[in-house]
C-alpha cells in the first residue's frame, strides 16, 4: 500500500521538503521490522507539521529518515532541492548544519559547558567563527528569555530552562526547518505550554517546524497533522 502524496494548496509556498516512497527495515538475525512503508509526504516552507501516532507507530524514524539522521532502504527525500540520501555521509552532515535545528526530549546538552557554550558549539562544527558563533548563541538565549542565564551549565537550570536551551541552539544557525521529537515529554504542563508558545512564535517569523509527539493537545498546536501508524501516515489533516 503507497500513502498518497499530498500536495499543498496553491496558497501555500512550494515544498521545502518532498518525500517519495521511503522504506526503512530494522533487521536482526531473528527478524526484520518494516519501521517505514513508501511514505509519501512534502511539506510546503512555514508550515508548522505535526507527526501523531501511538508508540512504536514509526513516528520518531520518519523524523529521523526524513532529516537524514538516519539512512532509508528506497525512496528519496529532497531538502530544500538536495536529495539527501545521495549526499555523502560528509555533505548530508555539512547540509544539516546548515539548514536544520534539532529539539530532542533528553535535551542532549553537555553538562561541563554553559548554555551559551551548548548552543555555540553547533555553529563552531559548521565553520562560523568563533565572535560569530558567541553572538548569535548570545542572541538566541536573549530571544528566548535565557539572557541572565548564559554562563550556567545545564546542571545548574530547570527542566525548562535546559528546553530552551536546546531551542536556542537549534535556531541559532538560523535554519530552515526546525525538527523537535517529542520537545516536551520531560516537561511538567506549565513549562510544556511555556515551550510550545516559544515554538508557535518561531512558526509565526517563518519558521519550517516539523514536531512528532504522542500528546493530542501538543498536536493541536500545529496547523496540519498526519498521523502515522505501522509506518505508514493514515491521515493527513490541513486546518484551512
Not at 205 to 210: A, E, K, P, R
Request: net charge negative; glycine share 8%; charged share 25%.
Amino acid at each position: 500500500m503507497t500513502t498518497t502524496l499530498h500536495s499543498p494548496p496553491s496558497s501555500l509556498p512550494a515544498p521545502i521538503l518532498v518525500a517519495h516512497g521511503v522504506r526503512k527495515t530494522y533487521r536482526t538475525a531473528a527478524a526484520s521490522v518494516d519501521a517505514l512503508r513508501d511514505v509519501d509526504l512534502d511539506v510546503a516552507a512555514g508550515e508548522f507539521l505535526a507527526v501523531m501516532g501511538p508508540s512504536g507507530s514509526g513516528k520518531t524514524t520518519l523524523l529521523n529518515c526524513l532529516s537524514g539522521l538516519d539512512d532509508i532502504d528506497e525512496g528519496s527525500v529532497v531538502v530544500d532541492g538536495h536529495d539527501i540520501h545521495t549526499l555523502s555521509d560528509g555533505r548530508r552532515t555539512r547540509h544539516r548544519a546548515a539548514s536544520m535545528g534539532f529539539i530532542f526530549q533528553a535535551f542532549n546538552l553537555i553538562p561541563v559547558f554553559s548554555a551559551v557554550e551548548n548552543v555555540e558549539l553547533p555553529l563552531l562544527l559548521a565553520g562560523v567563527s568563533a565572535k560569530r558563533a558567541r553572538q548569535r548563541a548570545q542572541e538566541s538565549l536573549e530571544r528566548l528569555g535565557l539572557g541572565h542565564r548564559l554562563r550556567h551549565r545545564p546542571p545548574e537550570l530547570s527542566g525548562g530552562e535546559q528546553q530552551r536551551v536546546t531551542v536556542a541552539r537549534a535556531i541559532a544557525g538560523e535554519p530552515q526547518i526546525v525538527w523537535a521529537d517529542e520537545p516536551t515529554g520531560n516537561l511538567d504542563t506549565e513549562t510544556a505550554a511555556t515551550v510550545m508558545e516559544l515554538l508557535r512564535d518561531l512558526h509565526r517569523d517563518g519558521l519550517t517546524l516539523i514536531l512528532v509527539t504522542h500528546d493530542p493537545a501538543i498536536g493541536a498546536s500545529a496547523a496540519r497533522r498526519i498521523e502515522v501508524r505501522d509506518g505508514r501516515i493514515v491521515s493527513d489533516d490541513r486546518q484551512d
